[in-house]
């Protein structure tokens, strides 16, 4: 049987200044900027962190996954100082197996880019690039033989 553990709530988001912030998923920085019609929205690089207990799960029989349904538009994920993933593209869901990282207490970081790239598209389109991770994100157990 699958089980679902949702990850949205107080995650540390470090702002253009460099001051630390907490947000809860879904987020954007660009809520302000990419609203106001200018076409000048930040896009760049920022970085969300969050210490999370691990899911209840048996070694010998599941898996753990880490999954993303939505971070925009680029992606490199870390488990406990350890790049686990990246990932192109704002708009699908991906998603690591993290069963043999998980200590009872885990770090996971997401370096999210919204920045001009030639390797994710759409590159061009009358809506906004919102920066950030935008869907759900959570551990998913699920039997080894699923």
């Known amino acids: 049987m699958r089980k679902i553990e949702k990850i949205m709530n107080q995650w540390l988001f470090t702002e253009k200044s460099g001051e630390k912030i907490l947000v809860d998923l879904p987020?954007?920085?660009n809520n302000i900027d990419g609203q106001?019609?200018?076409n000048d929205y930040y896009r760049g690089t920022f970085v969300y962190e969050k210490m999370v207990s691990a899911p209840?799960?048996?070694?010998?029989?599941?898996?753990?996954?880490?999954?993303?349904?939505?971070?925009?538009?680029?992606?490199?994920?870390?488990v406990n100082d350890k790049e686990v993933i990246t990932h192109d593209?704002?708009?699908?869901?991906?998603?690591?197996?993290?069963?043999?990282l998980l200590q009872d207490e885990n770090k996971i970081s997401i370096e999210v880019d919204n920045?001009?790239?030639?390797?994710?598209?759409?590159?061009?389109?009358?809506?906004?690039?919102?920066?950030?991770?935008y869907r759900d994100v959570y551990f998913l157990v699920v039997s080894k033989h699923h």
């Open 115 to 133: 920045s001009v790239s030639d390797k994710v598209y759409p590159q061009r389109a009358d809506f906004t690039f919102y920066g950030g991770i």
């Open 56 to 78: 209840k799960f048996d070694k010998e029989k599941e898996v753990v996954y880490l999954v993303f349904e939505g971070v925009n538009s680029s992606a490199k994920v870390n």
């Open 27 to 29: 987020h954007t920085w």
């Open 36 to 38: 106001d019609g200018g």
């Open 89 to 100: 593209g704002g708009y699908s869901t991906f998603r690591v197996d993290v069963t043999d």
